[in-house]
């Protein structure tokens, strides 16, 4: 049973910092897509970044530049370093871990950049 668990949300100020992890579990073959989505209540999620199990990496055009996805092997897990946050990014992030066969969601973190 795969399972994907996401951490690392939070209240952070203007212009801060946060790390998000996606902590995935179970038999995860060689070849995977993780996807981080964002999504503000109302409106459509959102895809921000993406990355490959053969480390191909792509941004939204609006984190690029300050975001940052990263893949720790050897804890299965994917992080999304977000610098330089703004209010704007506030939204429930949630990651999406794609076998191909299968895809698996986390249960989403808040995200909240306020002063």
């Known amino acids: 049973q795969v399972q994907v668990v996401e951490s690392g949300g939070g209240l952070v100020q203007p212009g801060g910092s946060l790390r998000l992890s996606c902590a995935a579990s179970?038999?995860?073959?060689d070849v995977w897509v993780m996807r981080w989505y964002r999504q503000l209540p109302g409106k459509q999620r959102e895809?921000?970044?993406?990355?490959?199990?053969?480390?191909?990496?792509n941004y939204a055009d609006s984190v690029k530049g300050r975001f940052t996805i990263s893949v720790d092997n050897d804890k299965n897990s994917v992080h999304l370093q977000m610098n330089s946050l703004k209010p704007e990014d506030t939204a429930v992030y949630s990651c999406?871990?794609?076998?191909?066969?299968?895809?698996?969601w986390g249960q989403g973190t808040q995200v909240t950049v306020s002063s």
């Open positions: 895809l921000v970044a993406i990355i490959t199990s053969g480390g191909r990496r």
């Open positions: 999406n871990l794609d076998l191909y066969s299968a895809t698996y």
């Open positions: 179970g038999s995860i073959p």
